[in-house]
Each structure stands twice: as C-alpha cells, then as structure tokens.
C-alpha cells in the first residue's frame, strides 16, 4: 500500500473541504433547522408519537441519513469528475499507485466530510430536541458505514458521468426519492399494508431502519438485515470500481 | 549502457476505430534527449500517454528502466515525470500545494527543499503562495513542469513544450532542460517545429501516421542538411566531362546539359570558385548555375509524402 500516494490524494482533498468549510458548515446547519421547523413544527403538532418518541427525535436520524447519503455522494462524485473536466486526471492515471488506493483517498475524503456533516447535523439537532442515543457504537458504525458506502457510490457516478447532467441525474431522480420514501420523516409501520410491502424493495429503508434503531431502539426492519444490507451495497460497490480501474472504463483509451 | 526505454511492436487502436499507432519500435538510452518530431496527428501523444499509464496499448511491449508498464506499472512509472500537451491544473489551490501534491502521489516523503529548488529553477518561488488560476499561461506550464519534477523522475516527458510560449520562456525552459540532463536525466520532447529538434536534441525520432519512419544523431542528420548542391547549366551539351575532374565529385546530368557539384557548406573552402575557373580553362561555357540545400525541412518532409504514397 502506498499511503504517501493516499495521503497525498486525502491531504488535496480535504484542503478543498477546507476552502469550503464556511459553506459545509453552515448549509446543514440551516437545512436541518428548516426541517425542524417544516416537520418538527407544522407537522410534529399533529403527530405527536411515533412509537413512544416525540416526533422532532424521530426524524432525527432520518435527516441525517438524507445529508449524508446525499453528501457522500456529491462529494465524492465530483472528487472524481472535476480532474477529468479539468484534464487533471492525467496525473493520477501516471501515478505508480493501484485502483484501491485513488478510490482510498478520494474516498476516504468524501466520506470523512460527510461524517462532518452528520455530526454537524446532530449537534444542531441537539438545540432543538432531546436526543438520547441507545446503541452509541452501532450509530457510529451505521453512520461510518452509510458515509463510506454512498461515498464509494458517488466515486462511480463521477466516474460514469461525461457532463454535468449526468452527474446531477442518479442523485436527483433515484437518490433523493429513495431515502423521502425510506421512512426518513415516517414509521414504514405508518403505511397501509400493501405501500408496506412496496417500501420494503426500497433499500435505503433498511439503512434508516437501521441507523434508527441504533438511536432508539426501534426498527422497521431486524437489524442484522440493515447491517447486511448496507455490507452488500458497499461490497457491490467497490466490485464495480475494481472492475472500473481494471478495464479502464471513462478513465483510459 | 541498458536502455531506459524500449518499445516493441506497440499499436493502438482506437476505439473509434482510428489505428492511432500502427507498430511502433524505439529504444531510448539513458541520459539522451530525443526530440519525438512529426506533424499533428501523428500519434506522438498517444505514444507518450501509453507510455505513462493514460491511455492502454492494444498490443505490443512497453519497458521502463526494465520494467514492463502493464505488469511492473509502479516501478515503471515511478520513474516518469510527463509534462502533457494541454494545460490542466487545479485552479484553486496554491502552486506551492499543487507541487507538493505531485510529490507525494509519486510516493516520495515529503521533501520542501527538493520543492524549493524546483520552483526556483522554474522562477516560480515567488509565485508559491499564489492560487494557479491567477498565474500567466506561461506560468502554468512552468508549474506543469515542476510538478513532472516534483518526484525526482528519471525519464522526462514533454509534449509539445513550447506551444504557445513565447521566446524567452522557451529559452528558460531549454535551460531547465539542460541542467536535467547534466543530471543524467532523460528527455523525450514532442514537437512538430524542426528548428526545436535541432536546438535541442540529441537524437530525432521522425514519426508520421503511426510510425516511426528514421531514428538518427541529430549531428548526422545536420551533416546530411550540410551537404548543399551546386547545379551548372552548361551552353553546350558535352558527351563527358574532362577526365581532370574525376574525382571532384561531379556529376553529369540532363544529357549532358548540367553538372551537379556536391559539396559542404561547413568545409574551410567549398571549392567552387577553382571549380569554375578550371571549367573555364576547359572551354566549358556556363549558361546559368544555381545551389540548393536539403535541410532537416526537406528531409522531413521527404520522408512524409514517401510515406503517404
Ligand atoms: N481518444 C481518442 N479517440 C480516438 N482517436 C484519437 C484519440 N486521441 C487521438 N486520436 C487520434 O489519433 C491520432 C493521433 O493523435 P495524437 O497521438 O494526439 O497525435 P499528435 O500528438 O502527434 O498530434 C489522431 O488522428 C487523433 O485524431
Ligand atoms: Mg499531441
């Protein structure tokens, strides 16, 4: 392994983030209380429990899982396709370094600011509701696990991508409505029976099912089934982008 | 001494179909500069980017150092520093950084003098805190170059270095380039301007369509541009010249309406004023004469068009 190499990609990266961090910081901080106030307010009056936790805590976790998935992969869905707009990619195909440590260093920084994010999130959330954590280490893994995985996800997209429409598209028409439907601001148990067992094919439900859990114990699906389900997304993924750097797709002639 | 890169049977194709390399062989010994000379489109990019890792060869062999670049490709490129033909560069971030970051990808510790030095040697010091979208054209392309160096490389790759640079930063770079290859480094330039193969190289590869059409000493080919001919039209016809002028390298032609007189610009005397005044004593009346040169243009451009009947 050649973590110089590594670092040196990571270290570029989060100076990026770095240039940035006024703007990292304070969108989420802004969005978060946004929601709070859309949903936590105007909506929280009328559903005041959901399964024993107040609303505001319920959708908690939810937001999260929506800023991080969504971050993860802009963030490293551009990491990767702005030094192949600008030309800088050249130098990192002549590097005498693998696949797996480009993907490590793009994507560890990725999923690094999105685990900023998260915790950004939270803390702000912290100002507006109580929140007690019941499994601290399976939210930590589960938030690790989402950042990485979206993380290695948005890699593949920025690799695929040859315009910016295309860079936006995955996000936008697959992403977004996937986790709005995957129970972030609802119980899937709050469905009539037959959306129920439509909502089951939606795998970001088992990610904030998951991640749920971990918060308060609650989970709409068992919890080694969320922990599987976001194992083999992340498996998934990183077959594809070693066969991306195999084959060369949209990287070499 | 070992040659520090071999290629063997190496072609491209494109997926498009274009056959951009059509069996390319060449050897490259350590410490020479070779000037990679051919007209737009030749394929002397995609040469290159095979040999650094950009582009996949469709078939054929690639050594650097001794290493194959498909199956050793981190010794093989370790060794590689590529300056490309268009300039790409982080906007935002300081030269400093962007050069450092090159360092590093390479593999190599950090090392802030060998950077000073680099950017120095580029007069690119001053500019070290300044974010690169601020920085001249010629500025960039100076930092592409520090960036090739940031690593140490053994093997310099420069494509088409001086489009669109103006004289004195192409003097500055020749410069930089000398004083690499005092340090026993290789460099291979690209370009299509002969003057700059001449100014420069050691040996020139010429490559049209795909492949290589002559290697050579540079001082061989400027010994075969030396070389300039003198044609004498004569009044009258004359069956054979007389036998004093055997061996003075004359040669009758056009039935004997001319002769051609080979002789070298660079020798202390050319010969042609004694030439004339014995042909006069030999009663040969001269009609009109005139002289030309094959230069490294001619030659070139020789080679292209047989290649392309
Ligand atoms: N990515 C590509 N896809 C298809 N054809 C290409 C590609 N890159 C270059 N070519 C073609 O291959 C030939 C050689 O190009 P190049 O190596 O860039 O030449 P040079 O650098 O000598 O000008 C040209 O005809 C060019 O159009
Ligand atoms: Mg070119």
Known sequence: ?253 | MASILEIDGLKKRYDSGHEALSGVDLKIEEGEILALLGPNGAGKTTLISIICGLVNPSSGQVRVGGHDIGRDYRKARALIGLVPQEIALEPFETVWNVVRFSRGLFGKPRDDAHIESVLRSLSLWDKRSAQVRELSGGMKRRVLIAKALAHEPRILFLDEPTAGVDVELRRGMWEVVEGLRARGVTIILTTHYIEEAEEIADRIAVINRGQILLVEEKARLMARMGQKELRIELQHKVDALPARFADQGLELIDDGQAILFHYDTRGDRTGIASLLSELAGEGIVLRDISTRQSSLEEIFVGLVSEDAA
């Open chain 1, 1 to 253: 392994m050649n973590w110089t190499a590594i670092y040196a990609i990571y270290r570029m990266e989060m100076l990026r983030f770095g240039r940035t961090i006024l703007q990292s910081f304070v969108s989420p901080v802004l969005s978060t209380s946004l929601y709070f106030v859309v949903f936590g307010t105007a909506i929280g009056s009328r559903i005041d429990q959901v399964e024993g936790v107040s609303y505001g805590a319920f959708i908690v976790p939810g937001l999260i899982m929506l800023s991080i998935m969504t971050q993860g992969i802009s963030n490293a869905s551009f990491a990767i396709y702005f030094p192949k707009f600008i030309g800088t990619v050249y130098e990192i195909l002549s590097a005498p370094i693998s696949f797996l440590e480009i993907t490590i260093g793009y994507v560890g920084a990725a999923a690094t600011k999105s685990l900023f994010i998260g915790a950004v999130i939270l803390a702000t959330a912290h100002l507006f509701v109580d929140i007690e954590i019941a499994h601290p280490l399976a939210m930590v893994a589960f938030m690790g696990l989402t950042c990485l995985s979206f993380a290695l996800f948005g890699f593949i997209i920025g690799i695929w991508a040859q315009n910016f429409e295309q860079l936006q598209l995955i996000p936008l028409l697959v992403v977004t409505p996937l986790v709005f439907l995957g129970g972030a601001f609802y119980s899937v148990s709050m469905l009539p029976p037959a959306w129920q067992t439509v909502t089951l094919f939606n795998p970001v439900v088992y990610l904030i099912s998951g991640f749920r859990w971990s918060f308060f114990g609650l989970a709409d699906v068992p919890v080694g089934l969320s922990l599987l389900a976001i194992a083999g997304f992340t498996l998934l993924c990183l077959g594809i982008i070693w066969w991306i750097f195999r084959t060369g797709y949209r990287l070499r002639d």
